[in-house]
């Protein structure tokens, strides 16, 4: 069965760094956009990054551009998240997904991850 495998979370002081990864199993993902979304307490889920796979094209949300870097490693059928800067806003569960269209629309997403903790101390 398809399983997406979050890690790289933890605990980080305001403008260090972290990496996500998150580690895809189960199908072919070649013809799949993978995205990161996060979700803050007491708030909605939110959008964050997406890679097509096959291409390589991305697009961040804005507040994060500049500061966040989406990639894959097509042999290791992982997608990453480098999140540089980081504010105590960033401070959210960081979900990793997977669909076959290009979106920010988190309902256009087939498979999700478990996700992974980050939190950003002032």
């Known amino acids: 069965q398809v399983q997406l495998v979050e890690s790289g979370g933890g605990l980080v002081q305001a403008e260090n760094s972290l990496r996500l990864s998150c580690a895809a199993s189960?199908?072919?993902?070649?013809?799949?956009?993978m995205g990161w979304f996060r979700q803050a307490p007491g708030k909605e889920r939110e959008f964050v990054a997406a890679i097509a796979w096959s291409s390589g094209t991305t697009f961040y949300k804005d507040s994060v551009k500049g500061r966040f870097t989406i990639s894959r490693d097509n042999a290791k059928n992982t997608v990453y998240l480098q999140m540089n800067s980081l504010k105590p806003e960033d401070t959210a569960v960081y979900y990793c997904?997977?669909?076959?269209?290009?979106?920010?629309?988190?309902?256009?997403?087939?498979?999700w991850g478990q996700g992974t903790q980050v939190t950003v101390s002032s």
């Open positions: 189960g199908r072919s993902f070649s013809s799949y956009a």
């Open positions: 997904a997977a669909g076959t269209l290009l979106t920010a629309n988190d309902r256009r997403y087939d498979y």
